[in-house]
């Protein structure tokens, strides 16, 4: 705990030499903007910074980069005293409960030791391998022998890397913020929630999907209309009601409708519902999986499936959870979510679905791609192409929260 909280004490002096250089910026306040105002560009990006888990490697990871720099954190001032380096294996070990760092530079055969959990590294071109890393990366001891990557760096800079990879970059330009903002409130409160731990967020769909943004990758228009997104909308969040950052969820595709994350993950807070007719746009609306009773009974990690029922809450069409039956007069309760993480994502694509058994086949016919909580990236997509600015385009979709900036 100690040697997490010099974590938290390091991480504050990086944000404020962050925030130094940018001291005369006036920081506007909190103005609840009106459902057709744009909001004015604001220069100066965020200063939060956020800690997002890049990849995880067993035991060792090979770090490349220039002037890399070394820095441990029950000292957060003062850095490893090795000298700088173009590349690293990194490897840690476990003994007598305390983990140990291992550091070999540049292929050389000695290695540097020190017990530590988190090692902080900073460099230019940092990447392991072929992916591409923040100027700042914390390595940290996870269960066993698991060596944690991950980047840190500041919030809208984070979000850019966000919003390029959750959302094609040639949509509306008023889209594009209404999905900045929705991942700014997404980030900001779950970095709350994961205040206490070594990383903040996932780098996948398990929060949001993030690509660093490389050095020199600004000169790309894709890219500049991304990090127009962003820089537009600086500041702006969805609150609740309680005046909290909206935990502001977001999906590709609704199928025709939204709705509420109690019906999704039992419970949450309400942000609204909105019907979108515009769904239908997206070329892979509807779709079709079918699996085998042994396939299914494989994926559910059970020995064997005789019948599928589907629990789906009063007045919703989508599924709610699968009730499954097993030998012997077993029964097994699944929540939707964990039914399409079992089945893939990518393939039982939402819970708005219906399903037919055949024998031993199973066929699941449905529409939509996504939770269905929030904000519908291609209803979102139609909202902009007819005119509607970021703010009305959220509105629509979380009526029940409050834009604002502050």
């Known amino acids: 705990m100690r040697l997490f909280w010099a974590l938290v004490c ?6 404020y030499s962050i925030s130094e250089a940018q001291a005369q910026t006036p920081t506007p306040a909190s103005v609840p903007l009106q459902q057709t105002t744009v909001a004015s560009p604001k220069p100066a990006f965020d200063k939060e910074l956020v800690r997002v888990r890049l990849l ?3 035991r060792r990871v090979q770090v490349a980069g220039q002037a890399l720099r070394f820095q441990i954190l029950s ?64 390595l940290a001891a996870g269960p066993g022998e698991q060596v944690d990557v991950v980047g840190v760096l500041p919030l809208d800079e984070y979000l850019a890397g966000v919003l390029s990879s959750e959302m094609p970059t040639n949509w509306p330009i008023e889209t594009l913020k209404a999905q900045a903002v929705a991942a700014r409130s997404y ?33 790309d228009p894709k890219l500049q209309k991304a990090l ?24 590709a595709d609704c199928g025709g409708h939204t709705t509420l994350a109690k019906n999704v993950w039992s419970g949450g807070v309400n942000s609204g519902v909105a019907v979108d007719n515009s769904c239908p746009t997206n070329p892979k609306a509807n779709w079709t999986v079918k699996i085998s009773r042994a396939e299914l009974a494989e994926k559910l990690r059970v020995d064997d499936v005789t019948k599928l029922t589907l629990d789906r809450a009063s007045n919703e069409t989508r599924v709610r959870g699968v009730k499954v039956a097993m030998n012997e007069g077993e029964q097994k309760y699944i929540t939707a979510n964990e039914f399409r993480q079992a089945l893939g994502f990518s393939d039982l694509r939402s819970t708005l679905f219906e399903m037919k058994q055949d024998g031993d086949l199973y066929t699941f016919t449905g529409r939509g791609f996504g939770h269905g909580v929030g904000l519908c990236q291609w209803g979102s997509r139609a909202l902009g192409l007819k005119g509607q600015n970021f703010v009305q385009i959220l509105k629509h979709y979380y009526p029940a929260a409050r834009v604002a900036r502050n």
């Open 75 to 138: 000292q957060p001032y003062r850095n490893v005293a090795i000298p700088d380096s173009g590349s690293a294996e990194v490897r840690v070990m476990k003994k007598n409960g305390k983990h140990i760092w291992a550091l070999r530079l540049n292929n050389r055969d000695s290695e540097h030791l020190f017990k530590e959990k988190y090692l902080m590294i900073q460099g230019e071109n940092l990447r392991v391998g072929a992916q591409s890393l923040p100027s700042r990366v914390l």
């Open 187 to 219: 980030a900001l409160s779950v970095m709350e929630e994961r205040a206490d731990k070594p990383y903040h967020l996932e780098s996948s769909v398990l929060d949001q999907v993030f690509r660093h943004v490389v050095d020199g990758d600004e000169s």
């Open 228 to 251: 127009k997104a962003v820089r537009e909308t600086a500041g702006v969040k969805l609150f609740t009601g309680n005046h909290n950052v909206l935990k502001a969820y977001y999906h």
């Open 10 to 15: 390091f991480l504050a002096a990086l944000t």
């Open 56 to 58: 995880t490697n067993s």
